[in-house]
């Protein structure tokens, strides 16, 4: 079955009669456009977010049919509510919620790590609603209501891991709003998601974060020289340095143990190089070049670069 | 005065009568590519280059008045002779060339590392012969003459790391070959030129590489999953990992020091950065993410993002 593209007309009825959508960043008011744009993922959409600004602005960009600063009037009669806030928030958020979530509703979020998620949401989860976690592996270096584009997720993938015994028609109806969105949807167990994205996504980060820090630190003449200078390397590190803090602390904290391993692991791989660096060790380092290359080269044959 | 731009008219004589290029890749055949365009670099460019199918397609892409396979062939009787090769090929090419460049000619070069450049090639350098180091700091993650482009340079920097006491008329020669070219050039001490290098590119790339030789490492099942489900971060550091492995595996063990120091700086700050991660320190993780957008806006401002 060929994905359906945000482009297309509207294939069916609305999937839900009302998303509500916490929080309306980057990936929030991206799904907001393109339920606005399609008409066939929601009948209404309403938004919540932490500050009455960022209401005032989606009500600007007419991305929302309602907006609520209450979380808990935000999900009332929505039969699927969105976490789309950073994952430090979500306990929080679920504990504000839960009393109102209607009966067979499908509570889903969009979050970066998933065991998390599953320890801090799951046991607040009224009987009756179903809970299918969910990560669209897609984003850009920009946050807020303005950040977001209907395009966001076109191509890119969105894993499900819903935990043991959750109803397949939830599943289904989730995996069906991200097809919508354009996503590929696949399922994976929440454990098997964290490691995979701590190597992919979280612990670049890190690095990236990391390695703007210690230029920062460098002496004040050469700082000034490492702005001016700035090679292509640097600039692509401090391109992905640049995302939403708040969002990048909770997933740092969020994915802890994959990470810190993830984390060792590169530590000890880098420091074999500083060794080889060290030592003129040419065959080790032309040995990790290539396979740099190598694992590029699977990018661009998987179409992902 | 304004830099002139590549596609201005020739605006005086040609710089020199003979250029020859010593190498023929990104950067040489970009050179190249500048002179060929614009006429006033040089009345003739010669190219030379480690192997004949590269000098065959040099031919077929118009780039070169001249092929030679031989270094020492190629320089004769050039009044300007660019190192454009990976710079642990320097001390050969030099020692090939010495006998045969002419008095007042001027020897310069495109290296990534400039202390080694003037340990290596500077005492081979003949009395009369001008030694003018330089580094345009410019690039992409292609290499050979076809990847060569005229606009490169321009708007980057170029840092000229002449020793003490080199005559400024050839220092400004091979400045001002740089502004035809589209460059901001400047003069650098060449310890402080590798120092500020390491930390902006040298490092970056070292990381590159590394971080995809650990996800390569991955049992294969992850390993295929990092490839298929590669977030933006990692696909970052792959298009850095594609560039050239010799020119690279050169420029780490020809800037050993100042490399493997702020490698060193940057392992404690990775180190610092996971304890806070193991220890949920958010304030020392919201300050350094701060940190890292702080230096991302520098970039921007200086317009070099």
């Known amino acids: 079955m060929p994905t359906p593209r945000v482009a297309d007309p509207p294939l069916a009825e609305p999937l839900f009669r009302r998303l509500a959508l916490l929080g309306i960043g980057l990936i929030g008011s991206s799904v907001a456009r393109v339920a606005k744009l399609r008409g066939d993922l929601a009948g209404e959409i309403v938004a919540n977010a932490r500050t009455q600004a960022s209401l005032d602005r989606v009500v600007e960009l007419g991305i929302a049919d309602r907006v609520e600063l209450d979380p808990a009037r935000a999900v009332e009669g929505a039969d699927c509510v969105m976490l789309c806030a950073p994952v430090g928030a979500y306990a929080a958020l679920a504990q504000a919620i839960a009393p109102h979530l209607v009966p067979g509703a499908i509570l889903t979020d969009v ?8 320890r801090d949401v799951g046991p607040l989860v009224p009987a009756g609603v179903h809970f299918v976690p969910a990560h669209p592996i897609a984003g850009t270096e920009f946050s807020g209501p303005d950040s977001g584009f209907a395009e966001l997720f076109q191509g890119r993938w969105c894993l499900l891991t819903p935990p043991p ?13 991200w097809r ?28 990236a974060f990391t390695i703007c820090g210690t230029a920062d630190d460098l002496a004040d003449e050469s700082r000034q020289q490492v702005v001016k200078f700035a090679a292509s390397g640097f600039r692509d590190f401090t391109r992905i340095a640049a995302s ?9 904290l969020n994915n802890r143990e994959a990470l810190l391993e993830m984390l060792a692991r590169f530590t ?3 420091q074999a190089m500083a060794r080889a660096v060290r030592w003129g060790d040419t065959a080790y380092i032309e040995d990790k070049i290539a396979r740099g290359r190598a694992i590029r080269r699977s990018l661009i044959e998987q179409k992902q670069a």
Do not use: Y
């Open 111 to 118: 979050g970066s790590t998933k065991q998390s998620v599953i």
């Open 165 to 177: 015994g959750t109803d397949p028609e939830a599943v289904e109806a989730i995996a069906e709003l």
């Open 180 to 207: 919508r969105c354009g996503s590929n949807v696949e399922t994976m167990e929440p454990g098997h998601h964290d490691r995979v994205l701590a190597i992919v996504s979280h612990l670049p980060h890190l690095i």
């Open 244 to 252: 939403d803090p708040t969002m990048w602390r909770d997933v740092f």
């Open 268 to 270: 000890e791989d880098a």
